[in-house]
């Protein structure tokens, strides 16, 4: 297997992830971005087998509600447990049927092997709490597991991440028709993957999760069948990290 880009622990393969999948070597985390069958782009097409060749301790997937439940057989085979959802809700919407609500969000779905505690998963902390957010209240006996001040900020200090993520599209800059923001991919990446750790993307696109792990130091593996995104993908990488203080 020659790599299509090879440089500090990232590699780009061009091709059918399905051919390459069964030789790589097992990942911490693998995050997909598939086709999800639901637009008239010509790659918009399900690829059949896909999850099966997956070995990773977690798995997260990018789709809509309604492709999940259509493929849930093929999710739900006995290798891979469902831990969590989150939601990207965006700033505005893609899709314009006028029949419909308009659609601002797509669902993210966190699958894993083996034991939940024997996965790596970090919660992830964010400093935008506000007032509205942080207002103190009596808590609910269910909760009593949680350490005061350290998951639940009063001052707008650090706090839990929510399941809902708001941001921005990649509107006027994206390299990919479907681009995902690396706002939602970085978080993903550090809940689920050590920072020594290798993440693998089999439906790289422009690379935002090779960018996102050469970020945080990890090791990862793109693939695309596109040598465009490729292309993309390996300019991307070869950018430096801008580092904001
Ligand atoms: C939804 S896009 C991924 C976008 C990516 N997350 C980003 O931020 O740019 C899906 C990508 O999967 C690629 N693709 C489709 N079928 C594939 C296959 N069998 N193997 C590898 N790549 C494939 C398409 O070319 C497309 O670029």
């Known amino acids: 297997m020659k790599p299509y880009f090879e440089h500090s622990g990232i590699a780009i393969y061009h091709g059918d992830c399905r051919e390459y999948l069964p030789n790589l070597p097992r990942a911490q985390c693998v995050i997909a971005d598939p086709p999800y069958a639901q637009t008239s782009l010509d790659w918009d097409v399900w690829q059949a087998g896909w999850i099966d060749l997956v070995a990773a301790d977690s798995l997260w997937v990018f789709g809509t509600m309604r492709m999940f439940v259509e493929r849930s057989s093929e999710f739900l085979t006995g290798k ?3 831990a969590q959802d989150v939601v990207w809700e965006k700033h505005n919407g893609s899709g314009f049927q006028a029949d419909r609500f308009r659609r601002v969000h797509e669902s993210i779905a966190l699958f894993y092997q083996g034991a939940w505690s024997d996965v790596h998963h970090v919660p992830q902390m964010t400093q ?3 007032r509205r957010q942080t207002r103190r209240k009596a808590r609910p006996a269910h909760m009593n597991g949680i350490r005061e001040g350290v998951y639940v900020s009063h001052d707008g200090g650090p706090r839990m991440m929510r399941s809902v ?4 599209s990649c509107h006027g800059y994206a390299e990919n028709e479907t681009q995902k923001p690396l706002g939602i991919v970085r978080p ?7 920072p020594d750790g290798m ?8 690379g935002t999760t090779l960018v996102a792990a050469k970020e945080l130091g990890m090791s990862a593996i793109g693939i695309d069948r596109r040598e465009a995104q490729c292309e993309i993908a390996a300019r991307r990488l070869s950018q430096e990290v801008m580092v904001f203080a």
């Open 80 to 82: 891979w447990r469902m």
């Open 128 to 130: 935008d709490a506000t």
């Open 165 to 168: 993520l708001r941001v921005s």
């Open 188 to 194: 993903l990446l550090a809940y689920s993957c050590p």
């Open 199 to 206: 993440v693998i993307d089999p439906f790289m696109g422009s």
